[in-house]
């Protein structure tokens, strides 16, 4: 298979994920996914070496959870704690909408065709392969595309221009706005990688300035991306790994408690999130590599949610709901 066949959009990849675990009750293997579902079955070696394969499968595993998808992992009793036997699904009842919702029938005929345009584009076709093939393996599946809308995000607008300087190697500039800064300030660096850690997309690249290397998440860039015109050699060893290891590290130093209000959107969200503990007080320990973005996403929910600690984080969710407040009086 040429390397131009063998690229599929992430987008695309997660949509395909879901799909696939939806339609199934008893769920599927790792080995089933991998070998079956559009853009992982393009680069699955029968007898080959799927290492990397599978490290790219558990970081979809954690960005569909932060989506908000019930991913669901299924022990075989029979022989408990084999990773390879794990079953993955996704209950429809965890993620079909609640009874109460209802549309009217302007809202239900924009959301049949905006499914149509699903049905009919590109991902039709690999959709059906994929489970003409889950059938194949004695796996009973409905293809559910009407029932449900895909929510995966797209892509920030710098990703291509940066993949395409890291195929050259290329010296590229731009203005990066850090959180609590007024204005950007430009950066030059040489970028290593281009990792994806709790659903966003971040840059591993060496600072020329510096000569750190510094990951930049992408959403904070502010500008086209440059090339200077320089280039350097290709970088040494696998940097994807050492950019996810210390992204890993970072998230897993980082830890904030709070209080959901029960059977709220916050507490079904925030209670499936990787990593999330619940304390013996009832509260939740999340674990966050960035702190702005957490209390963003804190604020949304309003009043089903309290930070109890960092007092950091509770101050900056504080600030954002006051804002918002501010924003809409009068």
Do not use: C
């Amino acid at each position: 298979m040429s390397a131009a066949s063998a690229k599929v959009p992430v987008e695309e990849r997660l949509f395909s994920l879901v799909l696939a675990l939806l339609a199934t009750e008893t769920g599927l293997t790792k080995n089933e996914i991998l070998s079956t579902v559009q853009g992982y079955r393009q680069r699955y070696a029968p007898s080959g070496d799927n290492a990397n394969l599978e490290r790219q499968f558990e970081r979809d595993k954690d960005d569909i959870r932060e989506l908000g998808v019930p991913l669901e992992t299924i022990d075989d009793p029979s022989q408990s704690g084999n990773n390879q036997n794990l079953r993955y699904r996704i209950p429809r009842g965890a993620y079909e909408l609640p009874a109460d919702i209802s549309f009217s029938a302007e809202e239900t005929t924009l959301l049949n065709r905006a499914a149509m345009v699903w049905r009919e584009g590109s991902l039709s076709a690999e959709s059906r392969r994929a489970m003409l093939k889950l059938k194949g393996l004695g796996i009973v599946s409905d293809e559910p595309v009407l029932g449900y809308a895909p929510r995966s995000r797209v892509r920030d607008a710098a990703f291509e221009p940066l993949r395409t300087a890291l195929e050259r190697n290329a010296v590229v500039r731009f203005a990066y706005l850090k959180p609590g800064e007024a204005e950007s300030r430009v950066r030059t660096v040489e970028p290593l990688a281009l990792v994806q850690h709790q659903g966003r997309w971040h840059l591993h690249a060496r600072e020329t300035a510096s000569g750190e290397n510094k990951t930049f998440l992408l959403r904070r860039i502010v500008s086209q991306i440059a090339q200077t015109g320089a280039t350097v050699a290709a970088p040494s060893g696998d940097q994807t790994a050492v950019a996810l290891a210390e992204l890993e590290a970072v998230w897993k130093a980082n830890t904030a408690e709070i209080e959901v209000e029960p059977q709220s959107d916050a507490a079904a969200r925030l209670g499936k999130r990787r990593g999330t503990e619940v304390l013996d007080s009832g509260s939740l320990l999340l674990h966050y590599s960035d702190a702005n973005i957490l209390a963003d996403e804190l604020a949304g929910y309003g009043p089903e949610v309290l930070v109890l600690s960092p007092p950091s984080l509770r101050t900056a969710v504080r600030d954002r709901l006051l804002a918002t407040a501010e924003a809409h009086r009068g």
